[in-house]
Structure formats: C-alpha cells, structure tokens
Antibody, heavy 121, light 108 residues
Framework: QVQLQESGPGLVKPSETLSLTCTVS????????WSWIRQPPGKGLEWIAY???????NYNPSLKSRVTISVDTSKNQFSLRLSSVTAADTAVYYC???????????????WGQGTTVTVSS | DIQMTQSPSSLSASVGDRVTITCRAS??????LNWYQQKPGKAPKLLIC???SLQSGVPSRFSGSGSGTDFTLTISSLQPEDFATYYC??????????FGPGTRVDVK
C-alpha cells in the first residue's frame, strides 16, 4: 500500500520560501502524477501544482509565479517550493498521488497525513 | 476561470437518511468530476471519480451521477461514519482540480 509523508519546516517567516518534500514509500513515483494541495485553517481545499514522474508540470495560475514543483525519481520524492510567503499561505499542506497511472483526470487517491505550515515572524 | 458551487453548504441528517449533495460547475466539464470525504484533522478521501465511478473499498451506499455542469453525490442510507464534509472537484478546465466549497453533513 503506497504511503506518502510530507516533511519540512512548520514555521516560515514572511517573505521567505516554504519548502516541503513528499516521500513515497511502498511504491514508486514512476508513471504517476503527483500533486500538492493546501487547506487554510477552517477553509476549503486548494490545488497548488502537479508533476508527472517525467518532470512535466502544471500550476494553479493563482500561485504559479511563486511555486516550483520538482521530482527526484532516485529518491522517490517530490517537492514544493513557495516563495515570498505571507500569512495567507498558512495552511495544512498535503501531498497526493493521482488516481490512475499516466492520467491526472481521475482525482487523487492516496494522500499524505498533511503538514501544518504557519507563516509568522 | 471555472467556479464550482455546492448545495447545501451544510445539512443535518439522521442515521438511515438518504442524503443528496449537489455540485454545479460554471462551465461544461463533461464527466471530469470527483467527490471526496474529509473528516476533521484528516486528509480527504476519494470516494468517486469520473462522476460515477466508485473507488475500490468505498461502500456501495455512495453513488454519483451527472455530466456537463450538474452533478450529484447520494448516500442511500447514512451511517454514523459518514458524518463529514464532502467536496466535489473538477479536473477538466483551468485552473485544474478546482474544489467546491464543501458540504458539511452533521447529526440531526
């Protein structure tokens, strides 16, 4: 059973860069799409970006100028960088696998437990 | 940009009730609509993809229907473990993977 685990700092200062890594265990990043999604406290879900194992990417236009997603197939990991953060970026950040190999349409079927990131000085 | 709406935003129901949640897209999205269940402090769980395809392991009391702009999630007989927030998500138009605002189902 594939498992995902987010890791990274829980506290980031305003204007700095948020960096998170998702480690994939009991499975491979190969042939799947992988996404980052976030959820501000008490609010709904916002998709941030996806990456295919080959390196192909797609970003939410509202965040595109500040976001970079990358994949390291040798480490079975993918990562998120969000620059110039503000308090509005405070959220639980989830990594997730897309449902079907080689397709991104069919939702996200495996999720990490989520990691809380607070932006504060 | 595409917008997703859900109705109702919340509902109160009893165990055994039939529950219906509606999701509407501001533009045509064919059948590229997914449904999730989220419980407090937990990650979302994919229930249904492609509007009506039940994920493996999801109880058959959950069902989805619709295409184009109007979609429905139905729980045929609400169980205690079904009290949660439900989100729809489109996966067809930019920005991809737009979620609806959620429908909270709580105890009547």
């Amino acid at each position: 059973q594939v498992q995902l685990q987010e890791s990274g700092p829980g506290l980031v200062k305003p204007s700095e860069t948020l960096s998170l890594t998702c480690t994939v265990s009991s499975g491979s990043v190969t042939r799947y799409y992988w996404s980052w999604i976030r959820q501000p406290p008490g609010k709904g879900l916002e998709w941030i970006a996806y990456i295919y194992y080959s390196g192909s990417t797609n970003y939410n236009p509202s965040l595109k100028s500040r976001v970079t997603i990358s994949v390291d197939t040798s480490k079975n990991q993918f990562s998120l960088r969000l620059s110039s953060v503000t308090a509005a970026d405070t959220a639980v950040y989830y990594c997730a696998r897309h449902n079907k190999a080689d397709y991104y349409y069919y939702g996200m079927d495996v999720w990490g437990q989520g990691t809380t990131v607070t932006v504060s000085s | 940009d595409i917008q997703m709406t859900q109705s109702p935003s919340s509902l109160s129901a009893s165990v055994g009730d039939r529950v219906t949640i509606t999701c509407r897209a501001s533009q045509h999205i064919s059948s590229y609509l997914n449904w999730y269940q989220q419980k407090p402090g937990k990650a979302p769980k994919l229930l249904i993809c492609a509007a009506s395809s039940l994920q493996s392991g999801v109880p058959s009391r959950f069902s989805g229907s619709g295409s184009g702009t109007d979609f429905t999630l139905t729980i045929s007989s609400l169980q205690p473990e079904d009290f949660a927030t439900y989100y729809c998500q489109q996966s067809y138009l930019t920005p991809l993977f737009t979620f609806g605002p959620g429908t909270r189902v709580d105890v009547k």
